[in-house]
């Protein structure tokens, strides 16, 4: 863990409602870090839906594995998540521990074993002790109580700076719904997703399959659409609880994604998801500044979008911004790496609202005093118009910056 | 230019020995660079033949676009190569300033303009005046000379910490033929391929379209089996030239590259191409640490390369590797998100000789201590066995350290 907060951190937090249906404990249970909670747990009532989206790696950690399978139930009980370890690339002692925290965490909960949900995260290749936790998990049910949400993000953190947590309302049929969300994240970020953990809880009542959608749909332009290193994490977890607690206030259960009446809160939930996201990119190791970049003018989305994460995640155009530099030649350069359509004399590049370069040159009208200004900003947007067509994407990142190596030339020793 | 020279640099350099049928000369041009030649004119005799392999980027420079314009011709007489300036990204005044240059330069040789070949190296995007260097040019080609190869590598030097050249010598028909080759290279290094001009010659007697088909299948697994920082550049250049000059003692010209006369020269120009694109890697920005990646046990050879560039790239790897840490979780992550076939519990990973892992989780036998002692060499080798098939690759990068931040976070201003 840094001990500086990144300068990107957020200079006020929300203060969290609870969310009907939702209960939360954490604990310390000194899994790799002393002194502070690294054992959160969330206990959800009967009833509750779950969502989920996890790594594409090959090579994915023991609770994604777990999460997977019980994720065709459509039911929660409980989430148990520990920070310190990811128990990831550890084998048969990988799923045993899963097995026994499961076990142990569903008798807690009172519920079936299928209900249960883990995320774990810090190193891999680490074996796991259930025994470090599992024995914390009938008093954590017992003392769970609705209003911890700061506390939940606080206890998944590893070497993310600050703790991220966010909420928003939105009415489903005239009734108010709320969704809080915590997140964690700093390295290893990339689509598909990061080390990158995140939870979201709503009252309102939606059927698992439209919750999937919802989540599925949503991710994209969110959480799939961040970078801070281009390295994926085998752990990389997003869910989405519904505990339909609403329902007695009167908003109708919805089981259809296509639903009308759930306009508003997928554009709340799609809403909270970037704003997570953000969070994530803005912690990430070493950070400095965010990093926007917009491709427009591509032949379609698909192709503005690797152009958009070639260009996010160039080691030289990060570096460039780190250095206050606008130096678009490397955008360019990243611009002809990523494979797709590109034709060199139809490109113009934007930093902010300058244009920099058109038509595959020097803009004539480009001055550096005034694009370096700009570049002192913490927030640097960088657009890439390629004549083309009409295919555009946003992604998200941040700069490469020295403290991004000490980091993680030291994380593990 | 960074100050310090790479720790890897060479400990020594070779006598470089004249190629018949090859003279050369450099230049103070001042075309950014003050106190050292930045101008370089490799001419050659009447019957030498070429071959070239050029970036994949879609937006290459001016002066790839025009080499790959001249290289059906398949002859050379005259090669000009600045630093300072890539003069790529520079639209129309780049097509004039490579054809302004190509004509007084095919003056200077008394050749056609279709027997030029140019490259340029350095800031992208700046406009390359060619009025700056091309009134040199016809001194240069009066007072060109045999010997002057080191001096030639020293001229097309950018961020590179020290020069690179090399030369070999192999038999066709029993009879000695020479190659020597020059490279330039530091950062933007990805195949395929990197900002990477590299430049050899030899006086066997080998036709164009064989002296193609040996450079195209050299370039494999040897400058595009190397990456310092996955960023591939407008310019990248490879191109080996054939004077024929043997063939007056005696070794007959070579029109076929299957000709069985040809493998002594082949397994030469597959060692003097590895040799000096490792070279480019030990001078990879900041670089502390060679690093070899070899994964073998994929499903073919195309899907080992791939993952092991997932390693090679991955920020995560390379700083660990900078902190001597043997951080093989990471290596675990990058085989994950390298998106081909593999297998958590089949994969085995070694750094040099020490099996860390196997079978999916930390080898039984791991000694964090012989580990960390074996970190602190200056070349580590990682290995990856998928477990799979048959399929394998090495491919070669260096660490990422707070260095290269540096350089490459204060490069152009």
Redesign the interface.
Known sequence: MSDAVSPLAPKSYPQMPPIDGVRIATAEAGIKYKGRTDLLAMVFDEGTTVAGVF??????SAPVDFCRANLPGGSARILVVNSGN?N???????RETTEMTAVLASKAAGSSSKEVFLASTG?????LDAKKFAHLLDDMVVRAEPGLWAEAGKAIMTTDTYPKYLTATCQIDGIDVTLNGIAKGA??I?PDMATMLSFVATDAPIGARALQDLLSKGVGMTFNSVTV??????SDTLMLFATGAAEKRGAARIEDAEDPRLSNFRRALNKLLKALALQVVRDGEGARKQIGVTVTGAKNARSAKRVALSIA????VK??V??E?A????V??????????????M?SIWFGDIRV?H????DPDYSEEATSSYMEGDEIDIRVDLGLGRGQATVWTCD???E???I??????
């Open positions: 790594t594409k790696s090959k090579c994915p990811a990831a690339f550890t084998g048969k002692k990988g190193v891999i290749g680490e074996p390295g290893m990339a290193d281009s390295d994926t994490s085998t995640n160039s080691p030289l570096t460039a780190a250095g530099d130096n678009w030649g490397r360019v350069m990243a611009v002809g790496k990523a494979g797709e359509p590109a034709d060199r004399d490109l370069a038509a595959g040159e020097r490469l910056t020295k991004y190596v000490a993680n030339g030291d994380y593990r020793s």
